[in-house]
């Protein structure tokens, strides 16, 4: 089904977010391993699914849509270089994930492309819902006890 120009060059943008994204949880996650902070290590790389799964779920609807999905592009990543400002940079991406997913949702509801809007509205519920609650949290957990209390809560794995 041929889809909407402008919808599929903003999905098209999204994706590289998303790529983005992913690419700077797999760093982080992997800087948390190599610092034995298990529980960290194991919440980013499940996050490094999720936007896996968000940049699939593009993916199949620019095809959908015959468009060419652009899997190359990405944004500069921003590794942080202690726990305090990778959590910070990580809420940071999914704020500019979630303002961009707002735009392309508005573009959707002109283009009277209310499927693709369905599927954008549940990337943006695991983002609003999910990470940047998560993020938002556990930097306010930083505030409340202090960084090495913080540190040491999550060197074993939890389970969610
Ligand atoms: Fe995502
Ligand atoms: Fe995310």
């Not at 015959?66 to 940071?92: F, W």
Request: charged share 25%; aromatic share 6%.
């Amino acid at each position: 089904m041929q889809g909407n120009k402008t919808v599929i060059d903003l999905l098209n943008a999204q994706l590289t977010l998303e790529l983005t994204s992913m690419d700077q949880y797999l760093a982080h996650s992997k800087m948390y391993e190599d610092w034995g902070i298990s529980a960290l290590h194991h919440k980013l790389s499940h996050e490094y699914e999720e936007e896996l799964d968000h940049a699939k779920k593009l993916i199949e609807r620019i095809l959908f849509l015959e468009g060419v999905p652009d899997t190359a592009s990405r944004k500069k990543i921003h590794v942080g270089q202690s726990v305090e400002q990778m959590l910070a940079n990580d809420l940071n991406a999914e704020k500019e994930v979630a303002a961009h997913l707002k735009k392309v949702i508005t573009e959707c509801e002109k283009a009277q492309d209310y499927v693709t809007r369905e599927i954008l509205q549940t990337l943006l519920d695991d983002t609003e819902m999910d990470h940047i609650y998560w993020l938002e949290q556990h930097l306010n957990m930083i505030k409340l006890m202090g960084l090495q209390n913080y540190i040491q809560s999550q060197m074993k794995q939890h389970h969610e």
